[in-house]
């Protein structure tokens, strides 16, 4: 079960565990290595789990906290500024000084973060809290993924494992709608903030015992004008797009922080060429597999975004669900895509990742595309709900097909960095496609027509990167 990548050697970690009957060579894992997988990818579903469970109680929030519609956008924003902007930098730090130690560093960090905002007693003390919260997840979200990758032997163990992360990776995203809804009808907004402060317990006492030290061999010095560039441009860039989600692109901040984000990650590119010891290796972004898998990940994550954010508003607003009912709309979704989770490492071992990642992201644009047949009617919550689970099953079979691709054949000294250019790649595309796209639904002057462009954009989209990608990647080596 060879994975179809191109420009990248095998570097296996260890003597895959002996195949059963039953299993792929390979695949069968320990229950050591079930407890390490479970560890990790507790910690990657808190953390997706984060970014939706607060989205439903935000109203209540505002009203409890006395923060008005405009500043509530910051409770989201607070926790996306440091969680995307820290990413490369976390990512690198964890591969020259211990990826374990920064792992139970961001995950204690962001444990006592969930406390302070189930307790928060004012804006100030809620904001801040987030921003803690977003800190803690920049430095578990590649950590853990580097942590997984040089676990786990490139082939069907990590196929399996990573399928894994994936899965729970997107259905930590919709639980998080569903339970966020949940929760805040019975129990009230802080509730959503002490779920997550519980599941940071669990997992912390967990790991010290299980997971296992790694760093690179050599530690080069940090490059700290790299580290300054890309992480001020990120931030930048992620302050801009989120702001402009609620206030659009003609506000001063917003362009000042965009030509700002702009000129930053250029002067990265420029001191990354030049540097002894690069934040990012250049060879690296020039391979094929690096370059077009991440451009493959940031279609997929920001428009799937994009189609949950339009399609939470035409449920409710045009067709009058409930948030509770919306959230058992996106519940079918998440069960549906942890059964595309289950069987993507095996669609992988049969036909390749890049055949699977290119027919995943040709599938997501179909089946959105058939979503602009949505009308005011009630009977159009069932093609809704039909349309969005198949688009997701395909957007999840992307994520994991493109996460293999970024990162097989990457070696160990490496994989905090290939590992931190698919996060940021996730969080720069949670963030980007409902700025750019979705505002078209919320200004439209008919919602329901701003729906229908929104989604036709979004299905276009899909389907232009799946003929790119597959034109990039080529054929086999």
Not at 33 to 42: T, Y
Not at 210 to 220: A, F, H, N, W
């Amino acid at each position: 079960m060879a994975i179809d990548t191109t420009d990248l050697e095998s570097t296996p970690v260890r003597t895959p565990p002996a195949p059963a009957a039953d299993t792929p060579p390979g695949a069968r894992l320990s229950l050591r290595d079930k407890l390490v997988l479970f560890v990790l990818c507790a910690a990657q579903f808190m953390v997706a789990l984060d970014f939706s469970v607060l989205n439903v109680a935000l109203p209540v929030l505002g009203s409890d906290l006395g923060m008005n519609r405009s500043a509530l956008q910051w409770a989201v924003t607070a926790f996306a500024l440091p969680s995307g902007g820290f990413l490369l930098l976390f990512g690198r730090i964890g591969d020259l000084y211990g990826r374990r130690r920064l792992f139970l560093t961001g995950l204690a960090l962001f444990g006592a973060a969930s406390v302070l905002a189930t307790c928060a007693w004012d804006p100030a003390s809620f904001l801040t809290a987030r921003a803690l919260q977003g800190l803690g997840a920049a430095a578990i979200v590649p950590t853990g993924m580097s942590l997984l990758t040089t676990t786990f032997p490139e082939g069907p163990a990590r196929d399996r494992a990573l399928g894994i992360s994936g899965t729970l990776l997107s259905l930590g995203f919709t639980v998080g709608m569903v339970a966020g809804g949940v929760l805040t009808d019975t129990l009230g907004w802080r509730s959503t903030m002490g779920l997550l402060s519980v599941f940071a317990l669990i997992v912390l006492p967990l790991a010290p015992g299980l997971l296992p030290e790694s760093r690179t061999p050599d530690r080069p010095r940090l490059d700290v004008p790299g580290a300054i560039t890309v992480t001020g441009g990120l931030l930048a860039l992620i302050y801009a797009l989120s702001t402009a989600a609620e206030r659009g692109f003609g506000g001063a901040d917003v362009l000042v922080s965009l030509a700002a984000g702009v000129l930053l990650l250029s002067a990265f590119g420029y001191v990354e060429a030049r540097s002894a010891a690069p934040l990012v290796s250049l060879p690296m972004l020039r391979r094929r597999t690096v370059a077009w898998g991440n451009l493959a990940g940031l279609v997929t994550f920001s428009m799937m975004s994009t189609v949950v954010f339009v399609l939470t508003l035409y449920l409710q607003e045009t067709l009058g669900l409930s948030a509770f009912e919306t959230g058992l709309v996106f519940g079918v979704q998440g069960v549906l895509s942890a059964v595309a989770g289950a069987y993507a490492p095996k669609v992988i071992g049969r036909v390749g990742a890049r055949r699977t990642l290119v027919g995943s992201l040709a599938g997501q644009g179909l089946f959105v595309a058939t979503l602009v047949l949505l009308n005011a009617h009630t009977w159009s919550v069932w093609l809704a709900t039909a349309a969005v689970s198949l688009a997701s099953m395909c957007h999840l079979g992307a994520i994991i097909a493109y996460g293999l691709t970024v990162t097989s054949g990457v070696p160990d000294e490496e994989q905090g960095l290939a590992t931190g250019l698919v996060t940021s790649t996730q969080q720069v595309g949670l963030t980007v496609g409902i700025p750019l796209l979705g505002v078209l639904a919320t200004t439209s002057g008919d919602l329901l027509s701003g729906v229908h462009t929104v989604l036709a954009l979004d299905a276009v989209i899909v389907l232009a990167a799946a003929v790119l990608v597959s034109l990039g990647l080529g054929r086999r080596a």
